[in-house]
């Protein structure tokens, strides 16, 4: 996991695991559907009160991820740029904020693999900041993902 030496400034990159008490052909399906999408693609005090979601590669992969508290409002617009049936997806996907303006762009790689009955699943996100302005727009970026990882276990056994 990258570590930015100053810390005004965004990391490059960031890498998350878990593993899943569920195949891999189901953890896979949580990221294929917005009806799937919508119920964990969020940290905790999050939500995505709008997502569409076409699942090809090229296809569209746009969601409005909105805070319980109304103080954040952000889109996150972009695509799938491949698609491996249960084992990996790339997704290139930009923050933008309400009012139109583009925050950063992440590159995220998504693997899944068999263990011992279930998935381990490891998500890999390249930064690219596209506001200097935003300082480090990465902050938040770890806790958040595990917690949106919980999430997509309590999708994924609600799913199975």
């Given at each position: 996991?990258?570590?930015?030496?100053?810390?005004?400034?965004?990391?490059?990159?960031?890498?998350?695991?878990?593993?899943?008490?569920?195949?891999?052909?189901?953890?896979?399906?949580?990221?294929?559907?917005?009806?799937?999408?919508r119920n964990w693609f969020s940290p905790h005090g999050f939500t995505i009160p709008e997502c569409e979601v076409e699942f090809r590669p090229g296809g569209k992969f746009d969601l409005r991820m909105t805070s319980d508290d109304g103080t954040y409002d952000q889109?996150?617009?972009?695509?799938?740029?491949?698609?491996?049936?249960?084992?990996?997806?790339?997704?290139?996907?930009t923050v933008i904020t309400f009012e139109g303006k583009p925050l950063f762009s992440a590159l995220?790689?998504?693997?899944?693999a068999p263990v011992n009955g279930g998935t381990a699943m490891t998500v890999n996100q390249r930064y690219t900041a596209l506001d200097p302005s935003m300082g480090d727009f990465t902050r938040g970026a770890e806790?958040?993902?595990a917690q949106t990882?919980?999430?997509?276990?309590?999708?994924?056994?609600r799913m199975g």
């Open positions: 996991m990258a570590t930015p030496t100053d810390p005004q400034q965004p990391r490059e990159s960031l890498t998350v695991s878990r593993t899943f008490n569920a195949p891999p052909e189901l953890v896979f399906r949580a990221w294929s559907a917005a009806e799937h999408l889109w996150l617009r972009g695509h799938y740029v491949e698609i491996v049936p249960h084992s990996r997806l790339v997704l290139d996907v995220t790689t998504v693997g899944f806790e958040g993902w990882l919980e999430r997509l276990e309590a999708e994924v056994g």
